[in-house]
Structure formats: structure tokens, C-alpha cells
């Protein structure tokens, strides 16, 4: 099998030195994983290029729940991907569809001309398009480095038919990333089934921060998300374990 590039999703600066450690090839570097990543703060871009020499791409999306942007919203993401681009984003990752799921391919055009020549990757928001067919064409013609997908199901490994039929369609003239529940105990079939040439994970352990056990009546997110002394980081283990496995 031919060297597998490794892209890790990370949050934290902590997150970013653990992928690396563990011999990740590229970040993705974003926020608020629990609604499937928003734009990071540009203090963590700088701190985390200060800390790695692995390329950083960055999201750029405002909001959870959704692509369909209010005109506020797209003159944020406009500024927040001017901003990553000038601390040193390696590429965006990012995505805008109409109210009917069809890419707003005017929106997605703006963000590519401000990445120029520098990674651009559309994300998940493909997953819910009604003709992923055409939508690939779309991206093709916009000059899109990379979709992430994990062929429009929950799991990659549930969605591999699509995602085989996407890198057919795709015949190396946009890569095609897999994500979405990819790990050592199915990643390796998954690579076969599918043909991809890339991986995007985020293998991810608990971690206790106890300056709030004190009183754990408090909570300031949602009681539908972990309690406030755990969150997660990046667990360089499993990170390790990949990279070995698709490249022995």
C-alpha cells in the first residue's frame, strides 16, 4: 500500500502537538467538535504553528446546525478566512449550500478566490446534497483541493459504496478525504473497499480537568454534553497505531 497521508482534526493547541507527536501528516485545526467544528480562534492557529511544523488547514464555518448562511453570517466567514490566511493557515476548510441542500457554489467561489493557491477543501456540509454526482463536478470546477465525506451516512464505513463511486468519478482530479468513525479496527478494509489515498480522523480520549468538581451543579453548556470537568484531547496512541497500520 502507498504511503496513506494522515490528517488529524484537532481543537486544541494540545491536540495539534499530540498528532504530531503520534506522526500525523496535516491538521485540521477547528473549534467545538461536539457540533462538528466551527472556526478556531487565531490564537490557537499562531500558538499551534508555533508549536508544529505539520500543515494547518482551518475551518471557516460560524455557526452549528447547517450551510445555509444569513448575508451576516457569510461577511463572517469572509473575515475569518482573510484573517487564518494572514496567521498562517496552510488551506480552509469550508462549505456554503442553499436553503435546499445544492451547493451555493457563488459563496463557496468567494472563499476560493481568497485561498488562491493554497489548500482549499470543501466539508461535510456535501453530505447532505441531493446529487452528490453533480455536486463533485461542481467542486471540480471550482478548484477545490479536497472533499471530506463519509459518503453521506453516519460512519465512512457505511457510506464506502459512495465513497469508491466518488474517487471513480473523481480520477484524481480532486481528492477525495474520508471521514466519520474511521479507526484501527476498520481502516485498513476501509482503504481497500474504498481506494482512497487519504484519511481524516479524530481518535479522541477523555481528560478530567477538575478546577470544577467543587460544585458539579454547575454546567455551562447544554446538559446534553459532557460534564464540565471532562473534555478530550487528541490521543497520540491511536494516532500512532494508524499511521504504522496503513503504512506496514
Do not use: W
Amino acid at each position: 500500500m502507498p504511503k496513506i497521508p494522515i490528517e488529524i482534526v484537532c481543537c486544541s493547541v494540545d491536540d495539534c502537538v499530540e498528532a504530531a507527536e503520534g506522526g500525523a501528516d496535516r491538521i485540521e485545526l477547528c473549534g467545538a467538535i461536539t457540533v462538528g467544528g466551527l472556526t478556531p480562534s487565531i490564537g490557537t492557529l499562531i500558538e499551534a504553528k508555533r508549536r508544529v511544523s505539520l500543515p494547518i488547514v482551518a475551518m471557516v464555518r460560524p455557526r452549528g446546525a447547517g450551510f445555509a448562511y444569513s448575508e451576516a453570517e457569510f461577511g463572517n466567514m469572509v473575515a475569518d478566512a482573510d484573517q487564518l490566511l494572514i496567521h498562517g493557515a496552510d488551506g480552509l476548510v469550508f462549505g456554503a449550500l442553499n436553503d435546499d441542500g445544492t451547493l451555493n457554489v457563488l459563496r463557496m467561489r468567494r472563499i476560493v478566490d481568497l485561498v488562491a493557491d493554497k489548500d482549499k477543501v470543501c466539508h461535510r456540509c456535501f453530505d447532505v446534497v441531493p446529487d452528490p454526482a453533480y455536486a463533485l463536478e461542481q467542486l471540480v470546477d471550482l478548484g477545490i483541493t479536497r472533499l471530506l465525506t463519509s459518503g453521506q451516512r453516519a460512519f465512512a464505513s457505511d457510506g464506502a459504496p459512495l465513497i469508491r463511486k466518488l474517487v471513480e468519478q473523481a480520477a484524481g482530479r480532486i481528492e477525495i478525504l474520508p471521514a466519520g468513525g474511521l479507526r484501527m479496527h476498520n481502516i485498513l478494509d476501509f482503504l481497500r473497499e474504498t481506494g482512497c489515498q487519504c484519511v481524516h480522523l479524530a481518535p479522541l480520549i477523555e481528560q478530567t480537568d477538575p478546577s470544577t468538581l467543587g460544585n458539579p451543579e454547575i454546567e455551562y453548556a447544554p446538559t446534553s454534553l459532557p460534564k464540565e470537568s471532562v473534555f478530550h484531547l487528541i490521543d497520540r496512541a491511536q494516532v500512532s497505531a494508524v499511521v504504522s497500520a496503513v503504512r506496514n
